[in-house]
């Protein structure tokens, strides 16, 4: 089975602080997502990257930066945490196009709230 | 992506069917029909997806409208654990880059009873 993991199921930061959120996953996926999730507006896509050291804006790039220096790890960075960046963080990964790799696979999630 | 609509919210009961709807009128050949659900306090896992012809797996059914512009997820005996936010997409399985995302909708709140 394919296993999306994420470094914090929960976090609390303040103001201003740089926070790191981490991603791995097991199944050698040339792709891999940061999406945001909130009530009321589904999920978001923050940045995606689609091999190591490539990486694209998604619909709400600003505020983040990513990472990914292997294959398996891809990190979302919030260089100066904000409140309105508190939000469910979910990072999702798939294999290369075709029919048979469809799918994508998401970790559990991370709750970040920023105070 | 082209829009689907769902209903807000379907009950069901333990052990029983369940047939969830999705409307896609405005569905494009290369689109297909993808199925997700959002357990509590989980990330969204992937159930099914189909193109034209009806797709079965171990874990749910999906029955695709001849002008493939509705479908329907099957579930064919409900569990408490089925309980969950079900979300129906289309993806242009042609468009790369970040035209991999998916684009949630709001979903259909499935509650299961005992």
């Known amino acids: 089975d394919v296993k999306v993991t994420q470094s914090s199921r929960y976090l609390v930061k303040r103001t201003g602080e740089k926070v790191f959120l981490e991603c791995v996953q097991d199944?050698?996926?040339?792709?891999m997502f940061w999406y945001r999730q909130d009530p009321g507006l589904g999920l978001r896509l923050i940045y995606f990257?689609?091999?190591?050291?490539?990486?694209e804006k998604g619909d709400i790039p600003e505020g983040y930066s990513v990472s990914r220096e292997k294959k398996e790890r891809f990190s979302l960075i919030l260089e100066s945490a904000s409140t309105n960046q508190t939000s469910m963080y979910l990072c999702?990964?798939?294999?290369?196009?075709?029919?048979?790799?469809?799918?994508?696979?998401f970790g559990p999630g991370t709750r970040l709230t920023v105070t | 992506d082209a829009k689907t609509t769902q209903p807000n919210s379907m009950e069901s009961n333990e052990e029983e069917p369940v047939h969830l709807p999705c409307n896609h009128s405005?569905?494009?050949?290369?689109?297909?029909i993808h199925w997700y659900r959002q357990l509590p306090s989980q990330g969204p896992e992937y159930v099914i997806h189909?193109?034209?012809s009806n797709v079965n797996n171990r874990m749910a059914s999906l029955a695709i409208a001849e002008d493939r512009k509705s479908s329907t997820l099957i579930l064919h005996r409900a569990t408490l654990r089925d309980a969950a936010v079900y979300y129906c997409?289309?993806?242009?399985?042609?468009?790369?880059?970040?035209?991999?995302?998916?684009?949630f909708g709001k979903g259909t709140l499935l509650t299961v009873n005992p």
């Open positions: 999702a990964s798939r294999g290369a196009l075709g029919f048979r790799s469809a799918e994508q696979y």
């Open positions: 997409i289309l993806r242009d399985q042609n468009s790369g880059g970040s035209n991999y995302k998916l684009t």
């Open positions: 405005t569905i494009s050949g290369t689109d297909y």
């Open positions: 189909g193109l034209t």
């Open positions: 199944m050698d996926h040339e792709n």
């Open positions: 990257s689609y091999d190591v050291k490539m990486k």
